[in-house]
């Protein structure tokens, strides 16, 4: 008489976690394999519980890129990349295009940045945030890093809101911002291409401060300092200084993790509970910084008070 043995594909397999509050490394998994069904859940029950999991010495083309993601959404197709983005791909956008934006309206990168990021809050940013329904995850591989600085930050959202003070808690739930492409920007004195951009192609909506999140039913404290642009029925002081605490409040260290890229690294997101910062230590640093990333698309925040997000210009739900 003989039995079947039964073999737990999860053998083998372990979450590391990274930080206190957000971030694990996730080991011996082979994301370029088709992924057991059993494996693809405990990698989701990681990136929900850690919001952001990662993977090292993975040797992914976007074809296994775009299949990997598949198992946990529906890739997102953009109807705008640049040039460095590869053809045949519509779901894989190369970051190296940003490092076009600001050539195509007469500025050097380093200058575009700047005038984005004129504040230590304002590059902190989910992906796609003014739009109506923002993606659900992001999943960023490393083609080419530089040899030192060009490290990726995240904040977890859910344990900045549940650190707030339980009164400050109740007033941010019922409140609600308006979200806009190009908010801070500074412009260049005379004629600005980029801003002209911005005010012809506007992306606006407006989502709930607080949001719940659809599949963990946390709390999340929806700001970040690249897409807010006032909290609505309060006046803009007041606005202004309520978004200052809010995203001091998010980026506190312990709220945070720090990852270091290497060839063949992925980042695996969760869009909807964290914001994240990307480098700006790497702009003078002779070598390039080449990384494809996925989104997934996501669905229309709602809050507190069970009220959706509403568009307010450019933007509406599933359409890119």
Not at 35 to 46: S, T
Not at 257 to 278: I, K, M, Q, Y
Request: proline share 7%; hydrophobic share 40%; glycine share 8%.
């Amino acid at each position: 008489m003989t039995t079947d043995s039964v073999v737990d594909p999860t053998k083998g397999v372990e979450v590391l976690p990274a930080a206190g509050h957000i971030g694990a490394e996730i080991t011996g998994v082979d994301l370029a394999a088709p992924l057991d069904d059993a494996v693809a859940e405990l990698i989701r029950e990681a990136m929900l519980r850690w919001k952001v999991v990662f993977f090292r010495d993975q040797h992914l083309d976007h074809a296994a890129h775009i299949a990997f993601a598949r198992r946990f959404g529906e890739p997102v197709v953009l109807g705008r990349r640049g040039s460095a983005s590869p053809e045949g791909y519509p779901e894989v956008e190369t970051t190296a295009d940003r490092l076009e934006l600001g050539g195509r309206f007469g500025m050097e990168h380093d200058e575009w940045l700047r005038r984005r990021r004129h504040t230590l809050l304002r590059g902190w940013h989910c992906d796609h945030g003014a739009r109506i329904d923002p993606p659900a995850a992001t999943i960023l591989r490393a083609e080419t890093v530089p040899p030192y600085g060009g490290d990726t930050t995240w904040a977890n959202l859910a344990a900045a809101y549940a650190g707030l003070s339980a009164p400050v808690r109740a007033f941010v739930d019922g409140l609600r911002a308006e979200h806009r492409l190009g908010v801070g920007y500074q412009p260049r004195p005379g004629d600005d291409a980029y801003l002209r951009r911005l005010l012809d192609h506007q992306v606006a909506s407006v989502h709930p401060l607080v949001r719940v999140h659809p599949e963990t039913g946390e709390r999340v404290l929806f700001v970040n300092g690249y897409y807010v642009e006032q909290i609505e029925d309060v006046s803009r002081p007041e606005s202004a200084a309520l978004l200052e605490m809010l995203l001091e409040q998010v980026v506190r260290p312990e709220y945070t993790v720090r990852f270091r890229w290497e060839p063949g690294s992925v980042a695996f997101w969760d869009n909807r509970a964290t914001v994240h910062l990307a480098p700006s230590d790497n702009v003078h640093v002779d070598h390039p910084r080449i990384m494809h990333r996925v989104m997934l698309a996501g669905d229309v925040p709602v809050g507190v008070d069970g009220r959706p997000s509403e568009a307010l210009t450019g933007t509406e739900p599933g359409r890119w």
